[in-house]
């Protein structure tokens, strides 16, 4: 199955945005998996936060394409990213982080912090969760 996306973010009021999304696609898989984070206002090094999480929550996707999507792999994603966060952050920097794994006509969502998820149906906006 093919899916079509666009991706797109805004800076709210501060001066930085400190988005990231991070996109895999995996079509030998039927997989594709969605990461936003949002670097937490606040925290200094908001940006690389984002980066640093969202990249390694697809790449563990990436590298583990024999597992199905499940609860347990958003755990152990979550996991490994947050050992790799700890090694990285030498400073205190926070990110919310929202996800969606999509395997066949099924999807996985997950999120933390203040980032949600919402699906648009029929030109209406339902959050999800």
């Not at 206002?41 to 640093?52: D, T």
């Not at 024999?66 to 994603?77: L, M, T, Y």
Request: net charge neutral.
């Amino acid at each position: 199955m093919k899916i079509y996306h666009e991706i797109f973010s805004e800076c709210g009021p501060r001066r930085k945005n400190e988005d990231y999304i991070a996109v895999r696609e995996m079509p030998e898989q039927g997989r594709s998996v969605f990461v936003l984070c949002d670097g937490m206002g606040g925290h200094h090094l908001g940006e690389v936060a984002s980066k640093l999480v969202a990249e390694h929550i697809c790449d563990y996707w990436t590298k583990n394409p024999k597992r199905k999507d499940s609860e347990k792999k958003i755990i152990d994603a979550c996991d490994e990213t947050m050992i790799a966060y700890n090694n990285k952050s030498r400073v205190e920097m926070g990110t919310t982080m929202a996800m969606a794994a999509i395997e066949g006509n099924k999807a996985l969502l997950a999120h933390c912090g203040d980032s949600r998820i919402y699906v648009v149906r029929n030109h209406e906006i339902i959050p999800v969760g």
